[in-house]
């Protein structure tokens, strides 16, 4: 089983480019052993982070997209049939509880509601996770330790955390960085030179200021660095541009125009 775990181990150490404090605040949160809530919109650096931190603190890290046909059973585990009869398979929390490493479930609100709940006795003084089918009480490993990501823009009142689950941890906000730091951050992931990033970081920006007037999101650091990506191939950057940051998040005629217009603004 050592061996299962020592393929979740990150190995090398994945790029992070810190924007404020969060890597000393998360080495705190994980000394004294309080989950911890990233919020932010999508692509702008959670996961990243995390694995970056999981390396850091010389951790296992097991992942869980998580989606809403996704039930408690898919997180805790579950009897499996085979030729010897029932076997119990831990699922990827209880993995993760038992051999000590760090499990992030991505966007847990998009999980059934008896998901959350699982987790509230592993985020307290308890540090338990009943495994009621199988009738074991899993002490959590010390080095064990719980994330989860939540944006908060998809939040409706049908699908949103409960007081009950927010207030068990700790929240870090994530958001696109500064100007500056996205070029960095741009120029690094996708190898295009620091004057078309900065290109590339403006048209975010002033796509961004459309959000809530005809965008739902705006356009994310891990779109620009698949337009830079583009370039880096050779593409021409007002292509590039259209398919890696207009075309994936409008279908309407007039925002995809202002958004080409923005485009050549720049290239
Ligand atoms: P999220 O989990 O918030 O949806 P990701 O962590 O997958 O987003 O970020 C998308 C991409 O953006 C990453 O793969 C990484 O290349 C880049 N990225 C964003 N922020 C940073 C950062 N601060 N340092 C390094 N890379 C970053």
């Given at each position: 089983m050592t061996d299962v775990i020592e393929q979740y181990r990150v190995t090398g150490e994945p790029y992070y480019r810190p924007v404020t404090d969060e890597v000393a605040m998360f080495e705190a949160a994980y000394a004294a052993k309080m989950p911890v809530m990233l919020k932010g919109?999508?692509?702008?650096g959670k996961t990243r982070f995390v694995e970056h931190m999981a390396w850091k603190l010389g951790k296992p890290l097991v992942t869980v997209a998580c989606?809403?046909?996704?039930?408690?059973s898919d997180i805790v585990g579950r009897f499996l049939l085979d030729a010897d009869g029932t076997r119990w398979q831990d699922g990827p929390l209880t993995f993760a509880a038992r051999h000590g490493a760090i499990c992030y479930l991505d966007?847990?609100?998009?999980?059934?509601?008896d998901t959350t709940v699982v987790i509230h006795p592993l985020t307290d003084n308890r540090r338990v996770l009943p495994l009621e089918k199988k009738g074991e009480i899993l002490r959590a490993h010390p080095d064990f330790h719980l994330v989860i990501s939540y944006n908060p823009g998809y939040q409706s009142l049908m699908k949103d955390l409960k007081q009950s689950t927010k207030q068990r941890f700790g929240a870090l906000d994530f958001n696109y960085p500064e100007h500056a730091v996205e070029v960095e951050i741009v120029a690094h992931e996708s190898g295009v030179n620091a004057e078309d990033a900065d290109k590339l970081v403006s048209i975010a920006e002033r796509a961004r200021n459309l959000k809530g007037h005809g965008l739902d999101e705006g356009i994310s650091t891990r779109m620009l660095i698949h337009a830079g990506s583009l370039m880096a191939q050779g593409i021409a950057p007002v292509a590039a541009c259209q398919m890696a940051l207009v075309r994936p998040i409008t279908d309407d005629p007039d925002m995809r125009d202002a958004l080409d217009a923005a485009v050549t603004t720049y290239f």
């Amino acid at each position: 089983m050592t061996d299962v775990i020592e393929q979740y181990r990150v190995t090398g150490e994945p790029y992070y480019r810190p924007v404020t404090d969060e890597v000393a605040m998360f080495e705190a949160a994980y000394a004294a052993k309080m989950p911890v809530m990233l919020k932010g919109p999508t692509g702008c650096g959670k996961t990243r982070f995390v694995e970056h931190m999981a390396w850091k603190l010389g951790k296992p890290l097991v992942t869980v997209a998580c989606n809403e046909d996704m039930t408690a059973s898919d997180i805790v585990g579950r009897f499996l049939l085979d030729a010897d009869g029932t076997r119990w398979q831990d699922g990827p929390l209880t993995f993760a509880a038992r051999h000590g490493a760090i499990c992030y479930l991505d966007e847990i609100v998009e999980a059934r509601q008896d998901t959350t709940v699982v987790i509230h006795p592993l985020t307290d003084n308890r540090r338990v996770l009943p495994l009621e089918k199988k009738g074991e009480i899993l002490r959590a490993h010390p080095d064990f330790h719980l994330v989860i990501s939540y944006n908060p823009g998809y939040q409706s009142l049908m699908k949103d955390l409960k007081q009950s689950t927010k207030q068990r941890f700790g929240a870090l906000d994530f958001n696109y960085p500064e100007h500056a730091v996205e070029v960095e951050i741009v120029a690094h992931e996708s190898g295009v030179n620091a004057e078309d990033a900065d290109k590339l970081v403006s048209i975010a920006e002033r796509a961004r200021n459309l959000k809530g007037h005809g965008l739902d999101e705006g356009i994310s650091t891990r779109m620009l660095i698949h337009a830079g990506s583009l370039m880096a191939q050779g593409i021409a950057p007002v292509a590039a541009c259209q398919m890696a940051l207009v075309r994936p998040i409008t279908d309407d005629p007039d925002m995809r125009d202002a958004l080409d217009a923005a485009v050549t603004t720049y290239f």
